[in-house]
């Protein structure tokens, strides 16, 4: 994903342009470069100063077989002059470069809008890869969409034939035809891309010429095709906004950045131990472009060995951090569990995906918190935190690295893979704003004796880094003594040690809930938590333009919830909470509060439309 920065000035952001919203769909082979299509496009308007929100799709295969349709790629970014809160329900515009990617996509395209199809692809041996038993472009099957049909083999093709390329490596050049063609579509500038060709292709300068050349003829086949009430050239103004420095963030960089600013913050060394997996494997590959803010990263054999490795580094003085998915979580729970026997800080970040197993491992879902809050053997209470977008993911690491050094105790960071492989608009923070949470080392036995278990007014133990003079000490996962932390199987001991740890989570100092949008009180609350925030938020926000009387709380504190939040929502009549999983933050707010929440569920891998949430809401109010 490219990263775009723009410096907003005091005249653009108190411009107010007309709102107006426009979704693109990029969709082909997995081999077509539909990822870095939308990427690119994606730094165009960003550098363009719109508001604008991402959704990269791809499929699970490494490689699925050419044409097919389970080896659809897609990127759609929603983008305008109007504040974005998610990647758009139906896309206005779908450019299909196959007819595998037409079949799967076509159907979500609003009525009305445009398909812009690489007519090239469409032989015979596609098209029964695609399921189509007849050509589409040449029927009426499409005949409620617009349909402008252009063979971009053929002319990419033509446009690199001077670079002397191979067909093979020619046809590679298609996305950058086809992103010339939006870009001129959509009033962009090329020279950014231009730009970054140079960079990505220094070593093999032909390759970068004949990706120029392609870009720049498919933006003059806009300017000198004519074509007509098809499609035309569309300017969107930016988006009103605050003043200051602005770049695109995903919500693996936002991460990222999040852990450098906490362990900063706290005065700490960060030591990151991490394994491949998706989507997690990004936040492995950020940080460890971060080693001049005293990061190391270590790609271990396995899932155990990354959160043992970090656990370790949080027993010597440094931050220990791990990240992984579901079904990695899974596998580091026991070293979770020694995490909080011992009272060392670490932070885990779980970029949630389809499961259970191996299930969607591209695709999104919300069903591991259960995981998060329960997920380990005995009374192992942990705090559990849920960032709602990309950019919120940077201060909610921060907040994790608090919580976690504050009050020696592990931390889980959700996220999930809308939110980790997403991109949006990021106003750069001014650190300083931030409140620094410095590390107080224990290094010399007080007065009274050392008892390594002795607890502050937080009920945390004191962190004392091995090997300092006078203060030997015993680690492990079998139950430690109240106080001294020598082994102690007795049951009372056990009793006090098990409530310790519960009323050490179960105090964190978390702020109050506040209502997101609306009033405290009412008909209605909509409840939600992480990636759901966009469309929860769009479909209140449309319905209390229609008068409906409800309102929108988003958790980001999962566990301990915030000590206001049971009498919040009993202020309401009913409460619904959309969740991309079968109901579980529904249960724990029955479980904790005995209200009557109503669950919304989806588990197809997709995130929620505002539309599925505005027609709960009706439905919730009669």
């Known amino acids: 994903m490219a990263t775009a920065a723009h410096l907003l000035t005091p005249e653009e952001a108190s411009a107010n342009p007309p709102p107006e919203a426009i ?32 959704f990269p799709d791809f499929p699970a295969e490494i490689r ?45 395209l609003k009525p009305g809008g445009l398909i812009i199809a690489d007519e090239g692809e469409f032989n015979e041996r596609n098209l029964a890869k695609a399921k189509y038993d007849a050509n589409p472009l040449e029927d009426d099957s499409l005949a409620k969409w617009q349909l402008l049909k252009l063979n971009i083999s053929q002319l990419t093709l033509d446009a690199v034939k001077p670079f002397g390329l191979g067909n093979k490596e020619a046809l590679r050049c298609k996305n950058m035809w086809t992103l010339g063609l939006a870009l001129w579509m959509f009033d962009r500038d090329r020279q950014p891309i231009v730009d970054w060709l140079k960079a990505k292709f220094a070593k093999a300068p032909e390759l970068a010429e004949a990706n120029i050349a392609a870009l720049n003829a498919g933006h003059a086949y806009g300017e000198t095709a004519e074509l007509g009430g098809q499609m035309g050239q569309l300017h969107v103004p930016a988006a009103p906004a605050e003043p200051g420095l602005y770049r695109t963030v995903t919500g693996a960089e936002a991460i990222s950045l999040g852990l450098v600013a906490g362990t900063q913050l706290a005065g700490l060394p960060m030591f990151f131990g991490g ?94 918190l259960y995981q998060a809050v329960y997920g380990r053997n005995g009374d192992a209470p942990m705090p559990v935190i849920a960032a709602r977008s990309p950019a919120d993911a940077f201060e909610c690491a921060i907040e994790a690295c608090r919580i976690a050094t504050q009050y020696m105790t592990p931390v889980m960071l959700l996220t999930d893979g809308y939110i980790a492989n997403a991109a949006e608009p990021w106003k750069v923070p001014d650190i300083s704003a931030f409140e620094a949470f410095p590390v107080t080392f224990l290094e010399e036995a007080p007065a009274e004796g050392f008892q390594p278990y002795a607890r502050d007014d937080k009920l945390a133990r004191p962190w004392v880094k091995p090997g300092t003079p006078g203060l030997l000490h015993r680690i492990g996962g079998i139950e430690k003594k109240a106080g001294t932390g020598n082994i102690d199987y007795s049951p009372a001991n056990h009793q006090q040690m098990t409530e310790l740890r519960r009323d050490k989570v179960a105090g964190i100092r978390v702020p109050d809930q506040e209502v997101t949008l609306g009033e405290a009180g009412g008909k ?46 009993k202020g309401y009549e009913k409460v619904l909470v959309p969740e991309m999983n079968t109901g579980q933050l529904k249960t724990v707010l029955r479980d904790q509060y005995l209200v009557d929440a109503r669950p919304l569920n989806k588990v197809s891998g997709q995130p929620f439309r505002i539309a599925e949430i505005e027609a709960a809401i009706d439905a919730a109010l009669g």
């Open 23 to 54: 979704v693109v769909r990029f969709a082909g082979d997995s081999g077509d470069g539909m990822q870095l299509t939308g990427g690119q496009f994606t730094l165009s308007t960003a550098l363009a100063g719109n508001d604008l929100a991402t």
């Open 275 to 368: 394994y491949p997996i998706t989507p997690a494997s990004a936040i492995l590959h950020h940080l460890s472009r971060l080693k001049e803010y005293g990061v190391t990263t270590f790609q271990a054999e396995d899932e155990i060995a990354a959160v043992a490795a970090s656990l370790g580094a949080s027993y010597a003085g440094q931050l220990g951090v791990t990240s992984s998915s579901g079904p990695g979580i899974a596998l580091k729970g026991e070293a979770i569990g020694l995490a909080i026997m011992t009272e060392l800080p670490l932070v885990i970040v779980n970029s949630q995906r389809g499961g259970p197993s191996t299930g969607l491992p591209t695709k999104t879902e919300q069903s591991d």
């Open 524 to 569: 209605l609350a909509v409840v939600g938590w992480g990636s759901t925030f966009g469309p929860i938020h769009q479909a209140v926000r449309r319905a209390r333009k229609k008068g409906l009387d409800v309102s929108h709380v988003h958790l980001r504190h999962i566990w301990p919830m915030p000590k206001n939040l049971g009498d919040l929502l």
């Open 64 to 108: 699925a077989p050419q044409g097919t349709l389970f080896g659809v790629s897609a990127f759609q970014i929603n983008f305008g002059s109007a504040s974005i809160e998610t990647a758009g329900d139906a896309p206005d515009v779908l450019v299909a470069m196959n007819p595998a990617a037409l079949h799967v996509n076509v159907n979500d």
